[in-house]
């Protein structure tokens, strides 16, 4: 199994602002993804992020609006930026360990004032 | 495209009772179909899984039907507990050129076990 960890946990914005989010795993993935999870809803996938290249986004999600780093194999950001209340949501780290099964971080819950 | 229809949204079950959620998919290409749980607070963890080449998967008090034919899938809960109240998605997924198997989920459920 993999352990995921992500900072922060919860956070309250102002509109207009950016805020990253941190996302570490105890081992190292080949692949990480970006979920977000608005209150009350399904999970609805963002991104795709591959170490040492480009992430690969969804349809409605766009790489300026959700910009996403992925440095190392243990270790990745998504930024989401120009906060408007409609982005207020659990963001998701996930990640697929053997057989298909996948992982989750414990998620940041946003606020967007 | 909702690919995943899932249903009750919610769910009030006394103890002891079974819990059953059903899921219904369209995209006969996926292959791989997991329920998740949520507790309030935390991630989705992943709870038990199935192939389409089998009809029924038990693992303790939790079982999986599937009905390829139908393309349909349910998730029953035997003597359901207090502690098992939490939101359960249902998820189906497609291997992705990329890789990986993309992943879509249900729309969840939330259940709620009575004493």
Redesign the interface.
């Known amino acids: 199994s993999a352990v995921i960890s992500q900072k922060p946990s919860r956070d309250i914005c102002q509109r207009g602002t950016s805020l990253t989010i941190q996302c570490q795993v105890d081992s190292q993935v080949t692949m990480m993804f970006w979920y977000r999870q608005q209150p009350g809803q399904s999970l609805t996938l963002i991104a795709t992020a591959n170490q040492g290249s480009e992430a690969t986004y969804e349809s409605g999600f766009v790489i300026d609006k959700f910009p996403i780093s992925r440095p190392n194999l243990t270790f990745s950001t998504l930024t989401v930026s120009n906060m408007s209340p409609e982005d207020s949501s659990i963001y998701l780290c996930s990640v697929v360990g053997r057989a298909t099964e996948q992982f989750f971080g414990p998620g940041t819950r946003l606020t967007v004032l | 495209q909702q690919q995943v229809k899932q249903s009750p949204q919610s769910l009030i079950v006394q103890k002891g009772g079974i819990s059953i959620i059903n899921c219904a998919y369209e995209n006969t290409a996926f292959d791989?179909f997991?329920w998740y749980q949520q507790f309030p607070?935390?991630?989705?963890?992943?709870l038990i899984?199935i192939r389409p080449d089998v009809s029924e998967k038990k693992e303790g008090r939790f079982t999986i039907s599937f009905n390829k034919s139908a393309k349909q899938f349910s998730l029953h809960i035997m003597d359901s507990q207090p502690g098992d109240s939490a939101t359960y998605?249902c998820a189906a997924?497609i291997p992705n050129s990329?890789?990986?198997?993309?992943?879509t989920?249900?729309?969840?459920t939330k259940l709620q076990v009575i004493p």
């Open positions: 791989y997991p607070g935390k991630g989705p963890a992943l899984a998605f997924s990329g890789g990986y198997q993309k992943v989920f249900g729309t969840g």
